[in-house]
């Protein structure tokens, strides 16, 4: 399951690494699903999701924007003028929000368990990136990172 904090192209060399570890009948077909279906897929390939280095890694961000949308709303089942107004004054924000994060004057919320968990991720990616974990480490601290939530 740690697998999408490793750069994309060392993903598949990994995921060799760990089909070896195990003769289970169940853990190996899991493993050929995974292969079919996420290693070797031409739609979902590592690269579309491999999350090595990014910030948000959930889509508690977009369901989050999804619940605003809903409260300026007022109410469910809009009709397709409203909904036009809203998204128009939505698309109105974004230059206001770049401007802002360019600026360094909009912060992420984050909850302290999450932040922490977010530093100790981009500490062993820096060391990753400084040759001082091995691909092979990382993956293993990734793992226990996540393990215990």
Known sequence: MA?????????????????TASDNPHVVQHLEYM????????????SAWSVFRQPVRTNNDVE???????D????????LYKLIQLLHAEALLVKVNVWLLSEGSALRMQ???FAALHSRLTKY????????RS???????????????
């Open 35 to 46: 292969e079919r279906n996420w290693i070797n897929s031409s739609t979902w390939p590592p």
């Open 3 to 19: 697998l999408p904090f490793l750069l994309a192209e060392v993903i598949a060399d990994q995921f060799r690494t760990l089909q």
């Open 125 to 132: 990616w820096g060391e990753y990136d400084a040759c001082t």
């Open 64 to 70: 989050d924007w999804h619940c605003r949308l809903n």
């Open 111 to 113: 909850r302290k368990l």
């Open 72 to 79: 300026k709303a007022s109410h469910g089942q809009l009709n």
């Open 135 to 149: 691909v092979c480490r990382l993956l293993h601290a990734c793992s226990h990172l996540y393990k215990n939530l």
